[in-house]
C-alpha cells in the first residue's frame, strides 16, 4: 500500500539539472522542474532543445552531470536497482516502438511482466485487458507486422502499463504516425490522464502538446516558458 506521505511529494522533481556531453555539449542548462502527481505535462521546443535528453533522465537511462532527479520524492541517484525501478515505477514509450516483431501482441505486452510477481495466468490476463483498454480486441495473436502504425504504438502503450505504473513517459510517440492516429493516441493519453497516471509527454507537435494540460517550453537546454492549457 502506498504511504500517504508519498501523495504529498511531486510525481517529477528536477533540481538544477545540467547534463554535459563529451565535446562539451550542454544538452540541459541548469533545468528546474516539478510535475505533481497525476498531471499531464508536455514539453516541446526545438530539435537539440534538451527534451528528450530531459526524459531520458526522468526515466534513469541517463544520469546528469550535476543537479537532482526524483521521482516519487526518491533521488535517482540513490536507486541502486534501476531495472527494478524502471520496470515497476514508469511506463515508456518511444517514438520507435521496438516491439518483437516474432511474437504476437499479447506476448509483446506480456515480455514487460517478466521479473514481476504475476504468475503466467496472471501476465496473460494482464495483457489481455490492455488489449481490450487499447481497443485491440481480435489483434492479440497477430505479429507486429500486420498492425498499422498506430496499433503498434498502442501496443507500446501496453507494454508500458502492464506493470500499473504511476508515472507514463513518452518520447514523441506521435511521430511515425498519420494525423487520424495521433487524433486516436490524443484519445488514449486522455483516458490515462482521467485514470489517475500521471504523463510527461515529449513532442514536437503543437497540435499534441495543446492536448497535454500543461505545456513547457525549451530552448538551448533551458525552460524557457510554461503554459497552463486548462
Same mark, same amino acid.
Do not use: W
Given at each position: 500500500?502506498?504511504?500517504?506521505?508519498?501523495?504529498?511529494?511531486?510525481?517529477?522533481?528536477?533540481?538544477?539539472?545540467?547534463?554535459v556531453?563529451?565535446?562539451?555539449?550542454?544538452?540541459?542548462?541548469g533545468?528546474?522542474?516539478?510535475?505533481?502527481?497525476?498531471?499531464?505535462?508536455?514539453?516541446?521546443?526545438p530539435?537539440?532543445?534538451g527534451?528528450?535528453t530531459?526524459?531520458?533522465?526522468?526515466?534513469?537511462?541517463?544520469?546528469?552531470?550535476s543537479?537532482s532527479?526524483?521521482?516519487?520524492?526518491?533521488?535517482?541517484?540513490?536507486?541502486?536497482?534501476?531495472?527494478r525501478?524502471?520496470?515497476?515505477?514508469?511506463?515508456?514509450?518511444?517514438?520507435?516502438?521496438?516491439?518483437?516483431p516474432?511474437?504476437?501482441?499479447?506476448?509483446?505486452?506480456?515480455?514487460?511482466?517478466?521479473?514481476?510477481?504475476?504468475?503466467?495466468?496472471?501476465?496473460?490476463?494482464?495483457?489481455? $485487458?490492455?488489449?481490450?483498454?487499447?481497443d485491440?480486441?481480435?489483434? $492479440?495473436?497477430?505479429?507486429?507486422?500486420r498492425?498499422?502504425g498506430?496499433?503498434?504504438?498502442?501496443?507500446?502503450?501496453?507494454r508500458?502499463?502492464?506493470?500499473?505504473?504511476?508515472?507514463?513517459l513518452?518520447?514523441?510517440?506521435?511521430?511515425?504516425?498519420?494525423?487520424?492516429?495521433?487524433?486516436?493516441?490524443?484519445?488514449?493519453?486522455?483516458?490515462?490522464?482521467?485514470?489517475?497516471?500521471?504523463?510527461l509527454?515529449?513532442?514536437?507537435?503543437?497540435?499534441?502538446?495543446?492536448?497535454?494540460?500543461?505545456?513547457?517550453?525549451?530552448?538551448?537546454?533551458?525552460?524557457?516558458?510554461?503554459?497552463d492549457?486548462r
Amino acid at each position: 500500500m502506498t504511504s500517504p506521505l508519498a501523495s504529498l511529494q511531486p510525481a517529477i522533481e528536477l533540481r538544477d539539472v545540467v547534463k554535459v556531453y563529451e565535446g562539451g555539449v550542454r544538452a540541459l542548462d541548469g533545468v528546474d522542474l516539478v510535475v505533481e502527481e497525476g498531471e499531464f505535462v508536455a514539453i516541446t521546443g526545438p530539435s537539440g532543445c534538451g527534451k528528450s535528453t530531459l526524459l531520458h533522465l526522468v526515466a534513469a537511462l541517463d544520469t546528469p552531470t550535476s543537479g537532482s532527479v526524483l521521482v516519487e520524492g526518491r533521488d535517482l541517484d540513490r536507486v541502486h536497482d534501476m531495472s527494478r525501478f524502471r520496470r515497476e515505477q514508469v511506463g515508456l514509450v518511444f517514438q520507435l516502438h521496438n516491439l518483437l516483431p516474432q511474437v504476437s501482441v499479447r506476448a509483446n505486452i506480456e515480455v514487460a511482466m517478466f521479473g514481476s510477481r504475476r504468475s503466467a495466468r496472471g501476465r496473460r490476463d494482464r495483457a489481455l $485487458e490492455l488489449v481490450q483498454e487499447m481497443d485491440l480486441e481480435g489483434r $492479440e495473436d497477430r505479429l507486429p507486422t500486420r498492425l498499422s502504425g498506430g496499433e503498434r504504438q498502442r501496443v507500446a502503450i501496453a507494454r508500458a502499463l502492464a506493470n500499473e505504473p504511476r508515472l507514463l513517459l513518452a518520447d514523441e510517440p506521435t511521430g511515425n504516425l498519420d494525423a487520424a492516429s495521433v487524433d486516436r493516441m490524443i484519445g488514449v493519453f486522455h483516458q490515462l490522464h482521467a485514470s489517475g497516471v500521471t504523463i510527461l509527454l515529449v513532442t514536437h507537435d503543437h497540435s499534441v502538446a495543446q492536448a497535454a494540460q500543461r505545456t513547457v517550453y525549451m530552448r538551448d537546454g533551458r525552460i524557457v516558458e510554461g503554459v497552463d492549457a486548462r
